[in-house]
Each structure stands twice: as structure tokens, then as C-alpha cells.
């Protein structure tokens, strides 16, 4: 049997999924100033977003340490010989590194495949679905891994901030750029790709915002799953209006919606409205 890890960054449109599947979570810590919280367990998405606003602080990412990880792997070699440990992108935070490190501490007595899942959030929560799928249908780590790999390509985000504070100070642009687009009222586009955040393109205002993240989702065929991640409790005026969109250019559906987790508000702030979406795999015939 093939068991699931993952870290506390990944945001389940289901939760009811890391249950049902037993999937094991391990704590991403966060740190405001001197406190110092497990993501997901003693911090939900309100929490963390209200912090941001309203606190001066910002806050940091830190992995779960070698041994936290380590323990969790041999706790789970009592009754399997076989490990799929799925993390948020290595180029924003040190996950993947320190489960690759545990994973050594039991090499011989445990088969444990560490992947980078180039994401972070309802992407990696997406792409740990999967996983799970497919652990259903095989006992071949091997094949199972290769396949979860196919999958990270097929996975896309795209956001749009009102404020620039959080992506200056995480360099995506200059302070000088930060200041001239605020005071113009621009909305930069960040999208993810190859795991690293990138700024895409700018829009004026929220209804070009929207204009822009529509035009990303009609650029695909299929969609298997996509979700609209935002920042307030309660549905704004814009987050309707995209959720209308999407439903009229792709046949109806009604997408689900999401406040986003600490990873987003890490790296993106408080007040950044996007999509996450998994692609249909291309029918070979």
C-alpha cells in the first residue's frame, strides 16, 4: 500500500479528502515577529489573512524540521514499505529539502519518493488528490510517482493584488515600481510557473483584472478541476462577477470558491484574488 504525505501549505477543495484517504499533513510553521504557528493547525486562512492587515509584521514560512519529517516516515513504515511525500515548490520553501533528507534515514527500510510539486496551495492540494487516485488503483510506487509527475505541468495559478507591499518585499517588483503602480491604481497578475512566482501583466482596475484571469482559463480544452481562491470570508462584488464569467465562457459550470491559505497571503498579501486549475489530460486518441 502506497501512503500519502503532504504538508500543511496544500488547501483541499474537499477537505474531507486527507480523511478519507489518510492522508498524513505535516505542520509548515509560520512566523509573525517572535510567535511561531503551525499553518493549518493553530492558524486558519481568517486568521492569518486578519494578521496581515492588520499586524506590521510579515510573516515567514519555515519547514517542518528533518525530524518531524523522519517521524512521521517511520511512524507510517510500521505498516508499509512504500511513501509518496508531495511539498509545496522547493523554490519557496525548504519542505522538499528536509523530507529528502529524512527519507535517507530510513533508506533500505522504506521507499520514499519526495516531489516538488512546482506549487503550493489548491495546486498542491490538487496534485495530492491525484496522488491519492492513483495509490487507489496500484501498489507500484514507481508507476505511481511517474504519473504524479505528468501531472505537475498540467497545473496552473494565476492572481491579481490590489496592494504591491507583499510581492515588493519578495522582489517580484522594484519599490519603485511599487510606488508608481500604487499611486496609478495598478493591479499586477502574478502566475506560477516552473514552481517561482512571476508577474505576468498589470490591469487597471478589477474589472480588467478579471477580463485577464477569464482569458487565462479559456485558453484551455479541458479543465478537470479550477477553483477561485480569494481573500474575504464573504463573496465581494468582484469574486461574483469572475465566478459569473467563468460559468458563461465554460458551459456552465459553477466553480467552486475558497478563501486562500498562508502560503498565498505569504507570498502575494491579503488581498489578491486568483484561479487555480488542473488540466484535463490530453486524450491520446
Known sequence: MIRIVTDSTALFIDPALVKHHHIEVVPVYVRFGDQRLRLGFDIDP?????????????????????????????????ETTQIMSLHISDQLADV????????????GRCDIAVIDSQMLSAGL??????????????NDLEAAVREVRRAIPRLYGVFYV????????????TESQAILGSMLGIMPCV??????????????????????????????????????????????????QLQDRLALELGGA????????????????????????????????
Open 125 to 138: 492540494g490538487m496534485l495530492v488528490e491525484h496522488a491519492a487516485y492513483l495509490a487507489m488503483q496500484t
Open 46 to 78: 481568517e486568521e492569518f489573512l486578519y494578521r496581515m492587515q492588520h499586524y506590521e509584521t510579515p510573516p515567514v514560512l519555515e519547514p517542518p524540521s528533518i525530524d518531524e519529517l523522519y517521524n512521521i516516515y517511520a511512524r507510517l513504515n510500521r
Open 191 to 240: 502566475t506560477i510557473e516552473e514552481g517561482q512566482l512571476t508577474i505576468m501583466e498589470k490591469a487597471l482596475n478589477h474589472h480588467q483584472a478579471i477580463d485577464k484571469l477569464v482569458e487565462f482559463a479559456t485558453e484551455f480544452t479541458q479543465i478537470e478541476q479550477l477553483v477561485i481562491l480569494h481573500h474575504s470570508t464573504t463573496l465581494t462584488e468582484p469574486v461574483r
Open 254 to 285: 459553477n466553480f467552486p470558491t475558497q478563501v486562500y491559505d498562508g502560503s498565498i497571503a505569504t507570498f502575494l498579501g491579503p488581498d489578491a484574488t486568483g484561479i487555480m486549475i488542473f488540466e484535463s489530460e490530453e486524450d491520446e486518441d
Open 162 to 173: 490590489q496592494s504591491m507591499k507583499t510581492i515588493c518585499r519578495h522582489d517580484l517588483i
Open 96 to 107: 522538499c529539502k528536509h523530507a529528502l533528507a529524512a527519507s535517507k534515514m530510513l533508506l
